[in-house]
């Protein structure tokens, strides 16, 4: 990011609101935290503020964080992210906001970049924002959400959703997903990995929040599908059948697709595209290999299948996501 004095970081302000959730206001500084550019400065400057100044702002742990910036430092940000939080009062009772946060988010620019994590949605909602587009929040929470704002068009099946310049996240862990995605729109995908495998985590994951509903937790005495798994992600340019994978925990076909299901929440079918596809992703990224080359490692054999899977999961076709996420050394 560069201005008329030269480079700047792109700046982000954390809200800081009573109640917050301690693991979620520390996601945007471990995420945005890490990033440098070839020259070792940070790309961002990640500062957290309150609507009140400078002080302490109470958690729902048994601790306080002291804040160390009031609401003026939200005038000065490029991205303002909202965490949830378990005493939003009026705004998650009666999806008002209270005089002093209106005040406060009234001091943001526009054009400015606002993201929230999990029940943090209700203060974009509630401020107004969120009328007539798409948000998501935590799954256990949708309905509710969508009741007391229903001019929002809610998505409860999605980790996170991007409509520009207002971008919304599920519950806990689906902040770092969206705040990775954030980092891959600005400075792309090589970018965005090394943040990931320095915070190990994976640097995007496909699907959506369903899938972590009422999952039923496999009975640890059972035997489990990993060993199958693991030997599919060895050789996924081969046919596998399902058969083969069953073969690898000495299962029936019918008992390892239950199992299967019950450990990964998907059908060994729908995890095997799943996991080619992630394979293509990377090597689209990641190499120069013509999309037939791709198409034949990653298992889809040929580069029209790799095409319509790819359009299907991601949205786009393989020659579109490789013009925008190459990486320097793939290109």
């Known amino acids: 990011m560069t201005s008329t004095g030269g480079f700047r970081p792109h700046r982000v302000a954390v809200l800081a609101l009573d109640g917050l959730l301690p693991f979620e206001l520390g996601i945007p500084h471990r995420i945005f935290g ?16 309150s609507v009140r100044p400078p002080g302490p702002v109470e958690t729902d742990a048994d601790f306080t964080v002291h804040v160390p910036h009031g609401p003026e430092a939200l005038a000065e940000a490029d991205t303002v992210i909202v965490p949830a939080s378990y005493e939003l009062g009026p705004v998650f009772e009666e999806g008002r906001l209270t005089g002093e946060l209106a005040a406060a988010l009234g001091l943001i620019r526009p054009g400015t970049r606002l993201a929230s994590i999990c029940t943090g949605v209700y203060v974009l909602a509630a401020a107004g924002l969120l009328d007539g587009r798409p948000a998501t929040t935590h799954w256990a929470d949708a309905e509710r959400f969508q009741r007391m704002f229903p001019k929002v068009r809610v998505d409860a099946d999605v980790l996170f959703i991007d409509d520009g310049d207002v971008l919304t996240s599920a519950g806990v862990a689906a902040g770092i997903d969206l705040c990775l995605h954030m980092v891959r729109s600005d400075f792309g995908t090589a970018v965005a990995n090394d943040v990931a495998r320095r915070t190990v985590v994976p640097p995007h994951r496909d699907g959506g929040q369903a899938q972590y509903v009422e999952r039923p937790v496999p009975d640890p005495q059972l035997s489990t599908t990993t060993a199958a798994r693991a030997w599919a992600l060895g050789r996924l340019h081969e046919p596998i059948q399902l058969r083969d994978m069953a073969e690898q925990e000495a299962m029936s076909v019918r008992t390892f697709t239950r199992r299967f299901r019950e450990e990964v929440g998907v059908s060994p079918g729908q995890w095997l595209t799943q ?30 299948s790799m095409r319509q899977h790819l359009q ?11 013009r925008t996420f190459r990486t320097g050394a793939g290109a």
């Open 275 to 304: 996991q080619r596809v992630e394979r293509a992703r990377h090597l689209l990224e990641d190499t120069g290999l013509s999309m037939d080359q791709v198409a034949r490692d990653a298992g889809f054999g040929t580069a029209q």
């Open 34 to 49: 890490r990033p440098k550019d070839e020259r070792g400065r940070l790309l961002y400057e990640v500062v957290t503020c």
């Open 312 to 322: 299907q999961a991601l949205g786009v076709t393989p020659t579109a996501y490789r």
